[in-house]
């Protein structure tokens, strides 16, 4: 396969210029494990090279240069380890999208510098944007947004879970970019989940409307209306729309578990992001267990316990090698 036509898709991909055709092209190249592994080194390129020189504006010859001479070096000074993958088309994609959210913002960053708040897990942090949007981000999420909205759009990146409570501005849409989803909003009070590790967005509106959009699976200005909840399922882009309960949908703002017929995995990742722990498992088993709990002020260990009860499953606490804490499930599953 040809390697020049491979960092012409990878540069033109990462900088949001790709089209849908050369997009199929770049996943043909990522089945084999050659092409991802100069895919990830592609990526830790340009992190580096945002930390050296952040002034530049992006040349798409200029890249591809900087590219091959910086992989080049890199060759001879370390080796990167090989990532097993499965010849799925959506296993690569879910790969791309991870990668992709951070290049692309370090591209843009060229033009206006970006700001990136981080909530680590165990908190949760509440602040405004330069345009006084109040965000309140849940443990285990990064928002990132330019440190002054000074384009037709107020454009910012999610990874993981945020409450957007978004100051009306009608001649500037608010856009919320997360995984190859955008949702666009003027005025509103919206939540979206969008974790990497869980198979599915979520996104709920209270207040105002929002247009969401998707150009891999064909979803083009989907409205949504006060107290409907689209929910897409990543692998296949399958949607559906309901409405929902709040206070079940944003109860982590206030340090609270709530779950009503949770997949215990995801169950699972809110228990571990909020307590600031791993929770180890074998997912095959539990992956059709479904919880039906609320939890406030309980400590872990309760948590746990209440959960061991009900799902009839055993498991210890221990620590590894950094001091955190592990929880180590075993069970027979559901």
Known sequence: ???????????????????????????????????????????????????????????????????????????????IPVIRLYKKYFAVAAILAGLALSVVLLIYGFKNDMVSITAQNGEIKQFDLPDGSHIALNAGSTLSFPSKFEEPTREVYLTGEALFKVKSDKTHPFIVHTNNYATKA???????????????????LMKGKVLISNTQHALNDLALLPMQMLTVDKKTGKTSIESFNSNLVTS???????????????????????????????????????????????????????????????????????????????????
């Open 1 to 79: 396969m040809d390697k020049d036509l491979f960092y012409i898709l990878t540069t033109k991909y990462l900088s949001g210029e790709s089209t849908l055709q050369e997009t199929d092209q770049l996943n043909e190249y990522l089945e084999q494990e050659y092409f991802l592994e100069l895919f990830l080194k592609i990526n830790e390129t340009w992190l580096q090279k945002n930390k050296q020189d952040n002034e530049h504006i992006y040349d798409l010859n200029r890249g591809l240069t900087l590219l091959r001479n910086r992989i080049a070096e890199q060759a001879e000074s370390k080796t």
């Open 186 to 204: 003027v005025g509103t009070v919206f939540n979206i989940k969008a974790f990497t590790n869980e198979n599915h967005i979520i996104i709920a």
């Open 252 to 334: 982590w703002e206030d340090h609270e578990l709530r779950f009503k017929e949770e997949p215990l995995p995801e169950a699972f990742n809110s228990i571990a992001r909020k307590y600031g722990i791993t929770i180890s498992y074998n997912e095959k088993l539990f992956k059709n267990c479904r919880v039906n709990a609320n939890f406030t002020n309980e400590s872990v260990t309760q948590v746990l316990e209440a959960l061991k009860f009900a799902l009839r499953f055993n498991y210890k606490i221990t620590t590894n090698g950094k001091g955190g804490q592990v929880v180590i499930i075993n069970g027979s599953g559901c």
